[in-house]
């Protein structure tokens, strides 16, 4: 009797699979050794800092990061991922015990922080070497690493979640995970290097108009915005700002979005006429990626 060989019983799934549209493979993602990059096009190339942490907690003033993990990429005017120049990553004692819920998400337990320390000016050297730093979810990252490097704060950032329309791109969901499985790849793990790998690799993703996700969220990111307040709004005018896409900032307890330079006369009339007809008058300020998603 003759049995299929590994590799022939794996092109015989394939060909299965890619009969059958209600199937669809999902493949490993691949490590930082055997990443697949691009070939350099013309123009400058920048370097690009991919960062994640897994923390104690969600707030910032109370809890600590557990893990931190941060590649160092480098892109192409094109958008492509033409190089992987550093990688680094590091556990830390957070000065308390590990809540069981955050342990059964990362898998990281009291015993394998005790006594770890981040070399922070190895970290800082790092950071001195890109130009744009991205994140999922960058303004809960943002949080922390600033109060661990005060030095950080006003460099230049990204998120791939708030620079990116991933529904206008044909995606559904903003989570890493369920993002990472619409190209196709999985990952195992909620540790800080494997979220990065994960998002390095929807970073790369090329989109139907030959377009990177990278490059898109770079554009993005780079052009500069403005953050309009609606001061004073009424409590029962809550519901049609959500639906115009205004947020709340509970720090500042206000309603806020943000939109073009062009936009902002209309919008200011839009509020006035909407919203706060008896004032007080909006009040509006600049955005650019050094001060965006704090």
């Known amino acids: ?9 794996v092109d015989a799934t394939r060909s299965l699979c890619a009969e059958n549209p209600d199937i669809r493979i999902l493949r490993r993602v691949s490590s930082l ?54 990688a680094a990553q590091a556990l830390r004692d957070p000065g308390m015990p590990i809540p069981a819920a955050i342990t059964r998400l990362t898998g990281i337990t009291d015993e394998q922080v005790q006594g770890k320390v981040i070399d922070l000016d190895h970290l800082a050297a790092l950071i001195a070497r890109v130009d744009v730093r991205i994140a999922h979810n960058a303004s809960f990252d943002i949080a922390f690493i600033e109060r661990l490097l005060p030095g950080l704060a006003g460099a230049s950032w990204a ?11 044909g995606f559904d969901g903003a989570k890493l995970g369920h993002l990472l499985m619409q190209i196709g790849r999985f990952n195992t793990g909620h540790r800080a290097m494997a979220d990065v790998i994960s998002l390095l690799h929807l970073l790369a993703h090329r989109l139907p108009d030959g377009s990177t996700v990278i490059g898109k969220i770079l554009a993005n990111a780079e052009r500069p915005s403005v953050r309009i ?10 519901s049609i700002l959500k639906s ?7 720090s500042a307890r206000v309603w806020w979005a943000e939109i073009l330079e062009d936009e902002v006369e209309i919008e200011m009339l839009w509020l006035q006429r909407e919203v706060t007809p008896w004032g007080p008058t909006p009040r509006t300020r600049p955005l650019t990626w050094h001060e965006r998603h704090r």
Not at 1 to 9: D, I, K, N, R
Not at 229 to 238: L, Q
Not at 244 to 250: E, I, K, L, Q
């Open 1 to 9: 009797m003759m049995h299929p060989s590994g590799a022939t019983s």
């Open 33 to 86: 050794n055997d990443f697949p990059l691009a070939e350099p096009g013309d123009g400058a190339i920048r370097a690009i800092g991919i960062w994640d942490v897994e923390t104690t907690g969600t707030d910032p003033d109370l809890d600590e990061i557990i893990d931190i993990a941060v590649v160092i990429i480098s892109v192409d005017a094109g958008g492509q991922i033409v190089g992987i120049e550093r």
């Open 159 to 169: 998120c791939s979640v708030r620079d990116f329309n991933w529904l206008d791109e």
């Open 229 to 238: 307040e609606a001061v004073g709004a009424p409590f029962g005018k809550r």
């Open 244 to 250: 115009r896409g205004y947020r709340w900032d509970p």
